[in-house]
């Protein structure tokens, strides 16, 4: 047994009896109070330096675990860090340059510390220089650097190739972050280093100098030209060459013929005879990746691969089997790998080698050889951890569409898989293929489904089991015995949670048809029946609405059944209705039943119109909800100021046309059918009080380079009729928007709403913010209302409406992504591109309401942290959208923390993308 004991610095340790006993991580148990007044021992007059070095490396693990540390505490250890600097020892002297980087995101008025490290910088410790000029150029401003320049072109030349690379990172951290401009004046000294001695620091030299020139095609072109007729040592930096060839070579590819015209091809080809394994792997890498590579062209390059397939070396063996497994998909009625080498990968000891190994042969697998392939590969799957087999069944699920006559054999290895333990991530690929090759090969519908139903027997995902459940009560009754799929389902009901089990009684109803026999019906309603009695509310209300929705049967030769004792006999059913679609997100809805119900205040009737509507992923023909609120003008128009949720009164929400009327109107007005569907269309917004005259609301469609406005306008006059009536917007003060189009309404009479279009142009590179005023302008005529007569004298007539207003929101398209994806393309993007911003929402007292304004306003989907408790102090809620332009992720990080000094909700957003300046565009949007 372990016994929990104090050390002497007081952090939990373990004393250990045997090697076999569990080893508790150093940190366990530490926080962030008691760490803060440990680093207090930083301003003693004689520093203990065991205890200094201990000290630091709690905080460093505080912050690198995502502890935040507000202004004034990041402040005040900042300065304690500094004093440390009157100590020489090395670990120590690491530890405060690491302290130092971490802490001045946080930290105010760091450029005290400069006069320290502009010591440092000068010192004869090469150690000292290198790191002291990372923090340097880490915490400086666009201003401090004019000021160190001189001793970062010195850092270039030097000969020490730490102190050299050093300077050489600092400067592509300073062009990141647009405080670059004195480095575009050290080409000299760049071209300079590119001879040095040093691997790493021509690869350095390298990567600064290109990125120093990439905005330039000529330039750059000029720089790949030198290197690559005079060659470069360093292998790192021959591989970062490549890759500028291969993005010339993209680029060039969408002016020009690639097939005739490959910039320094020849180059890249010279490439795969280099001694370096890497640089090899890396130009064959390219050469799969050319566009319009021909068959020959990789042929030959797949030749050379192969003999590093017998290389000692793990990464090098893992390489080529990934260019391999990349040209299968090129060309994947190829093989491009032996068969026969294939026995040494299925038992080597990297199990990623066996499973690219396993993936890429059966990439390229013929019919004949797939039923011998699989039983060889079996035994070895079942050994392989989650992750690798997920790869497995996505290549499984390829060679299925690939040989949609062999499916019976593949179906059997994926539903073998399916009784072996595994993950739910690993659970969930294999329902996935499934779920695909039932749609894509109709006769292996019926073992996908016998699979399927098999699966749900055992299995511990309640997820999994409701979709299964779903699919059956789609696709069961179809079958050709539909009774053998309602055994399954039935025992769902009797043996799984509440979750699964209402799942399992709305695709039981599902059987109710009208193909189905007397004897189906009569047992499938008794069932029901039986989950009336069930414990969980959501079951027996399940059940008591399918049931209520049966029609009264009466069978020809049997007795009448009934749903309960004296009601009137039933008679035979129609197909059962779904349940109907409620534009409300049901957490939501939730959420606000349940604090109505606290309240225990029932005078006043709970109001669905404060429920948010509910969220949807993107998809280019389902996304906008099926009804729109109307909101008035100043209301929709959110700002830092006045965040808040719309609240509209009951007599103020109209029903609107769905979207689908507004597409089909869209698409039958001549000037506008080119278009297409828009990607987004916002709900409507009221331009102009209720009891007006004119009552004007607009409806925003967001194309890739355009916008059409859509007004709607309805008269309240009888004795008026209105003509050529448009919409005049004054865009001077919205830069990047100018008018297109403007589409009329021709005749407006009284109570006839009308539609009006205006079609704007969005400049490329712009996402237009702001306020536009704008008015309606039309001829007046006067009209008898009992005659119809109409005076032909008009006359000309303005009226004044509510600014439109623009914002970052009508440019983002929410998507739904699950956590897991999340967090992949998160750390994909890392830390170059983003951008962080503090806010104080002054106009909100909760959490809930601040997070709610957030999405509403940048228009995104709630990834994770969409329920919240209206009492919570804390939360963090993660965001995701694309802008019209651009296929690549938004992805926001916010946390929200309630201040009760400030009496305000402080806002933490953190934004990453493919590019900073999207990253930039969402925080300014909202500052």
Request: charged share 25%.
């Amino acid at each position: 047994m372990a016994t929990l004991s104090l050390g002497k610095d007081d952090l939990p340790t373990i004393k250990l009896k045997s090697e076999d006993d569990l080893v508790v991580s150093p940190f366990l148990g530490i926080e962030k109070g008691a760490v803060l007044q440990e680093c207090r021992i930083f301003n003693d007059l004689h520093l203990k330096l065991r205890k200094c070095v201990d000290a630091l490396v709690r905080l460093l693990y505080l912050v690198g675990q995502g502890e935040k540390l507000s202004s004034s505490e990041a402040t005040e250890v900042f300065f304690s860090i500094t004093k440390l600097f009157q100590s020489n020892e090395p670990t120590l002297r690491r530890l405060v340059y690491l302290s130092i980087k971490e802490l001045a995101g946080a930290a105010d008025e760091v450029i005290i510390v400069t006069n320290c490290l502009m010591k440092d910088v000068n010192s004869r410790e090469d150690m000292y220089r290198a790191n002291a000029t990372r923090v340097l150029c880490r915490i400086t401003d666009s201003q401090m650097v004019s000021q160190i320049e001189r001793y970062l072109k010195q850092e270039i030349v030097d000969r020490n190739p730490v102190v050299a690379s050093a300077a050489l990172v600092s400067g592509q951290h300073l062009l990141l972050h647009n405080k670059g401009d004195v480095v575009r004046r050290w080409i000299s000294e760049i071209t300079q280093a590119l001879e040095h001695p040093s691997p790493m620091v021509q690869y350095h030299a390298l990567a600064l100098l290109y990125q120093i020139r990439q905005h330039d095609r000529l330039a750059v072109s000029k720089l790949v030209q030198g290197l690559a007729r005079s060659g470069i040592r360093s292998a790192f930096a021959c591989c970062l060459l490549i890759r500028c060839i291969l993005r010339i070579i993209g680029e060039t590819s969408s002016n020009e013929n690639i097939n005739e015209y490959r910039p320094f091809f020849e180059f890249i080809e010279s490439c795969l005879r280099h001694p370096s394994d890497m640089v090899v792997c890396e130009a064959a890498r390219a050469i799969i990746s050319v566009p319009g590579i021909s068959r020959e062209e990789v042929k030959k390059t797949v030749t050379i691969v192969n003999s590093h397939l017998l290389r000692r070396s793990s990464v090098v063996r893992h390489a080529a089997l990934r260019i391999l497994n990349k040209a299968t998909y090129l060309y994947p009625n190829q093989q491009w790998f032996d068969p026969f080498d294939f026995e040494d990968f299925l038992h080597d000891k990297n199990r990623a080698i066996t499973t690219l190994a396993i993936a890429t042969v059966l990439r390229g697998a013929r019919e004949q050889t797939i039923e011998g392939f699989l039983k060889k590969i079996q035994s070895k799957f079942m050994e392989l951890p989650d992750e690798f087999r997920v790869q497995i069944v996505e290549a499984v699920h390829s060679l299925v569409l690939k040989y949609p006559n062999s499916y019976y054999s593949l179906l059997n290895f994926l539903g073998s898989s399916l009784r072996e333990e595994g993950g739910f991530d690993f659970k969930r690929a294999v329902v996935d293929a499934y779920f695909s090759l039932l749609n894509e090969i109709p006769q292996s519908k019926e073992i996908c489904l016998t699979h399927l139903c098999e699966f749900i027997e055992d299995c511990e995902h309640p997820f999994l089991s409701a979709r299964i459940l779903h699919l059956l009560g789609q696709e069961g009754p179809k079958m050709s015995q539909p009774g053998k799929y309602i055994r399954y389902i039935y025992n769902r009901i009797i043996l799984e949670n509440a979750a699964v089990r209402a799942a399992a009684v709305s695709s039981l109803a599902r059987f109710l048809d009208e193909n189905s026999t007397s004897k189906t019906r009569k047992a499938i309603v008794v069932l029901l029946k039986q989950c009336l009695h069930d414990s969980d509310d959501e079951v027996r209300d399940r059940a008591s609405y399918f049931l209520h929705q049966c029609q009264r049967i009466t069978d020809e030769e049997n007795s009448l059944i009934k749903i309960d004792e004296g009601e009137e006999p039933v008679s035979s059913p129609t197909t059962i209705k779904e349940f109907p679609h409620l534009p409300y997100s049901l957490p939501e809805l939730e959420g606000n039943l349940v604090d109505y119900l606290k309240r225990e205040d029932f005078n006043e009737e709970f109001n669905v119109v404060n429920v948010p509507k509910a969220e949807k992923g993107f998809e280019a023909a389902e996304q906008i909800p099926m009804t729109s609120v109307p909101v008035k003008a100043e209301e929709a128009n959110m700002n830092t100021d006045n965040w808040g949720n719309v609240s509209l009164a009951p007599s103020q929400v109209k029903e609107m046309p769905s979207w689908r009327d507004s597409n089909s109107r869209l698409s039958e007005i001549e000037e506008l059918a080119s278009l297409g569907i828009p990607l987004k269309t916002s709900s409507s917004v009221e331009l102009t009080e209720p009891e007006t005259e004119y009552n004007v609301t607009y409806v925003k469609h967001t194309y890739r380079q355009c916008i059409v406005l859509e007004f709607i306008i309805v008269s309240t006059l009888e004795d008026q009729i209105l003509e050529n009536v448009h919409i005049i917007t004054d865009l001077s003060s919205i830069e990047g928007l100018q008018l297109v189009k403007n589409i009329p309404v021709s005749l407006l009479k009284y109570g006839s709403p009308q539609h009006a279009f205006v079609v704007l142009q969005r400049l490329e590179g712009f996402y237009p913010i702001g306020d536009a005023p704008c008015e309606v302008r039309y001829v007046v005529k006067e009209m008898i209302p009992s005659t119809g007569e109409v005076d032909e004298r008009g006359f000309d007539e303005e009226y004044k409406l509510e600014d439109l207003s623009f914002g970052i929101s009508d440019y983002m398209v929410p998507l739904q992504q699950s956590n897991a994806r999340f967090k992949d393309i998160w750390d994909k993007f890392g830390s170059q591109n983003e951008v962080r911003e503090t806010f104080a929402l002054s106009m909100h007292q909760s959490i809930p309401s601040a997070l709610n304004a957030v999405r509403d306003f940048l228009g995104m989907t709630v990834v994770e942290g969409a329920q919240v408790s209206p009492y919570a102090t804390q939360h963090v809620s993660l965001f995701g959208g694309s802008l019209v332009t651009e296929a690549d992720f938004i992805l926001v990080v916010c946390y929200a923390e309630f201040v009760k000094e400030n009496e305000a909700v402080i806002l933490n957003l953190t934004v990453r993308s493919e590019d900073l300046n999207v990253s930039e565009l969402v925080c300014s949007a909202i500052a």
